[in-house]
């Protein structure tokens, strides 16, 4: 389009707030629950422990193309041990 730069930078950033609130109000929708349960009490640094992710699809829909991801904070490292991606998540 014949947008000028500022135009064109605002238009784009309120399509990208317009995305990011669609994409959490789908993912709401979905009635996925999502829990992290660590082994130990307590994580603590430098230290290594296991955690275990369970997902529950609480919609009338299956999901399909579900990946999980587990993000921790710089300087941490994370293996995935089992599966973390399904190609369909039933109902309940």
């Not at 929708?29 to 955690?51: F, M, N, W, Y």
């Not at 919609?59 to 990946?67: D, F, I, P, W």
Request: hydrophobic content about 45%.
């Amino acid at each position: 389009a014949g947008l000028d730069d500022a135009t064109k930078t605002d238009l784009l950033y309120r399509l990208f707030v317009k995305e990011a609130q669609l994409h959490k109000a789908s993912l709401e929708a979905t009635s996925l629950i999502v829990r992290l349960k660590p082994d130990t009490g307590e994580l603590v640094a430098g230290q290594t422990t296991r955690v275990t992710l369970t997902a529950y699809n609480g919609g009338t829909v299956a999901l399909s193309n579900l990946q999980f991801v587990l993000r921790v904070p710089a300087g941490w490292q994370a293996k995935a041990l089992g599966l973390t991606r399904f190609a369909q998540l039933e109902n309940n």
